[in-house]
């Protein structure tokens, strides 16, 4: 288990993923890569079968052999970097075994960190260093640590794919908006603050102790607060109810969401 503290100052949980697991999943990925060397090398056979030899030069297998290896090289590391910066950390073989990549942030990781992380994997590919993940308390690699990276199980537990016990159905459903914010305040929110609340919502909803549940989510609303420059104007109604604060900004949110899409 890896215990992850947000920009906003929210405690993630998740668990690590197993070293066998990460192992299968990459056995994977390179299956998959080399299917796309076979295709390559395949096509490239074909063009030099039919061109000839004599057309194209007697270094042409070697030429061809040559593309191959670079081909390698670049699909191994700049595939594997695309395919995690756009799946939000999961490449094909991490999907299949229900592992992802995440930032120590907790956010899936950016075209930089996986491209740095997958660059690494020149050395980490070397025997004496496969000890590396075993040997760091997040079995973090050497791309891994670079990066600022780890695996972890996607399945979140049950808890947490439980719906959101909204205010209402939506925004402008509210009987009574107590913190409807100044839309200068509003435009500083983004897709991801939407995400972050309803996760932070769906753990407090499971603490049966409404105290309790008030103390976790007043450093996110205070966090918030500050954030949108609002403390003078909110922080007493909204550390009173911090949950009805969240609540009703994700509502906002949300309407903002579904008129987009």
Known sequence: MIALETPELTRVEYRLAPFGARIVAAALDRLV???????LL???GILVAVAGVATLGADAPLTLLAVVIAAGFLL????LAWAEARGGGQTIGKRQLGLRTIQLTGHAPG??????RNLARVFDDIPLLWVVPTLTASRQRLGDLLAGTCVVIERPPAALTAPVVWPAESWRALAERRFELPPEAARRLVGHDLDLIEYVLRR???EPEPARRDALLRPVVRRYLRRLGLVA???ATAMASPRRFLGEVGLMLRDRHQGAA
């Open 233 to 235: 104007e909110l922080e």
């Open 204 to 206: 407090v909803q499971a």
């Open 111 to 116: 075209v930089a960190a996986a491209l740095v």
């Open 33 to 39: 890569v080399l299917a796309m060397l076979l295709g």
């Open 76 to 79: 191994n590391t700049l595939y």
């Open 42 to 44: 395949v096509v490239g």
